[in-house]
């Protein structure tokens, strides 16, 4: 009895970690600001496919393919070191047959992540440490990658 319930237990445990599971990587296709308060919940903001993703052998989404992340949480900057972040869990894509595919994964931007601020510039350090960072994300610039079954 014991050892049917360790196969049972196996099965319904052991799948779930067996499975395959597929990496998307994506960039924006746009830049991602938070300087004019362009974004709020819920808007579209569209990435594309760096590479060709591939499923059991075939070529499942092509390179260069529209993908959009919707925004799930929005936070502006603020004082005292308050930077922006923007979270997305949901995104919408098609497959090479134009099948709709949804992927739930989630990507976290915030204004620390592609700052690239020279040591020289310590005004600079001292003026974020007094209102924190913006997001400032150029196409090409960032690559953030996505994970679906």
Request: a positive charge; aromatic letters at 12%.
């Amino acid at each position: 009895m014991k050892k049917i319930f360790i196969l049972i237990m196996l099965f319904f445990v052991g799948v779930p970690a067996f499975a395959d599971r597929l990496s998307i990587k994506i960039t924006p296709a746009e830049k991602i600001l938070t300087t004019r308060d362009q974004l709020e919940v819920g808007d579209a903001v569209p990435f594309k496919v760096v590479h060709d993703v591939y499923k059991d052998g075939n070529l499942y989404i092509k390179k260069d393919t529209k993908i959009l992340g919707y925004v799930d949480f929005y936070h502006e900057n603020g004082w005292c070191a308050d930077t922006a972040e923007i979270s997305m869990v949901n995104f919408v894509t098609k497959d090479v047959d134009g099948n709709k595919i949804n992927i739930v994964s989630p990507v976290k931007m915030d204004g620390n992540t592609f700052k690239k601020i020279p040591p020289k510039k310590f005004l600079v350090y001292i003026a974020h440490a007094i209102r924190g960072n913006e997001i400032k994300i150029a196409p090409e610039e960032g690559n953030f990658n996505l994970f679906f079954m």
